[in-house]
């Protein structure tokens, strides 16, 4: 079963518009870590943020911010006047702290994030 | 910067070949993955290690193999290609010390073609 939902395929914006990427996960463990990543066309993943599921506070840094809800099971990243810089596709990611978890991380499908100037 | 370097960018072989992929990190990380990427299904894991001449298997091992005889060299293997493992291979690394809090450092990837 899918662990992780990201449930838009693809989102095309114009240049200063502002995006929302929804991420929905499915976990039993009470300690997790959630995480972003960027893939731009070079192919290289880039990490963005990590999460804790002990702390909801949200975050911002720079462009970009985070949004935590338990209730909700949701991580879900907004990208405010997006440049075509931010091109890429996006994946969310869950790390579940099973005693064999080794840091594997159960990514969703990604979104494609097309900028247009 | 830690850096996670993929042999090639591009393979292209034939159905039935021995395909070996090969990934190196340079920050002496214990963990390595190696995930594949198809559209719309995201990545997935293949195996990992988190040590040396140690490995496991992730979500889809069927038709691959791994080794690593050293701490910096992760390899994949197909043993025998078939169409279907055509995709998107990432390698990445981590020092994760098994809380699964750690980021991992992928590699640029190998796009594997197989006719």
């Known amino acids: 079963a899918q662990k992780v939902t990201q449930a838009q395929t693809e989102i095309s914006v114009v240049e200063k518009e502002d995006v929302t990427l929804d991420c929905v996960y499915e976990?039993?463990?009470?300690?997790?870590?959630l995480f972003w990543y960027k893939q731009p066309p070079s192919g290289e993943l880039v990490f963005l943020i990590r999460?804790?599921?002990?702390?909801?506070q949200n975050e911002i840094s720079g462009r970009y911010s985070w949004n935590f809800q338990k209730s909700t099971s949701s991580f879900n990243f907004t990208i405010t006047a997006s440049q075509v810089v931010d091109s890429a596709v996006y994946f969310c990611?869950?790390?579940?702290?099973?005693?064999?978890?080794?840091?594997?991380?159960?990514f969703g499908a990604g979104t494609q994030v097309v900028v247009t100037p | 910067d830690v850096k996670v370097t993929q042999s090639s960018r591009y393979l292209v072989k034939r159905t039935g070949e021995k395909v070996f992929l090969e990934c190196v990190q340079d920050?002496?990380?214990?963990?390595m993955f190696w995930y594949r990427q198809d559209p719309g299904l995201g990545l997935r894991l293949i195996y990992f290690?988190?040590?040396?001449?140690?490995?496991e298997k992730g979500d889809i091992p069927e038709g691959y193999s791994v080794s690593r005889e050293k701490k910096e060299r992760f390899s994949l293997i197909l043993e025998s290609a078939s169409t279907n493992q055509t995709s998107m291979y990432l390698c990445?690394?981590?020092?994760?010390?098994?809380?699964?809090?750690?980021?991992?450092?992928f590699g640029s990837g190998t796009q594997l073609s197989v006719l």
């Open positions: 990611a869950l790390s579940e702290r099973t005693t064999d978890s080794w840091g594997k991380l159960q």
């Open positions: 976990t039993r463990d009470t300690t997790y870590y």
């Open positions: 990445a690394s981590s020092s994760d010390p098994g809380t699964g809090s750690e980021k991992l450092f």
């Open positions: 290690s988190y040590d040396v001449k140690m490995k």
């Open positions: 999460r804790n599921s002990f702390d909801e």
């Open positions: 920050m002496d990380h214990e963990n």
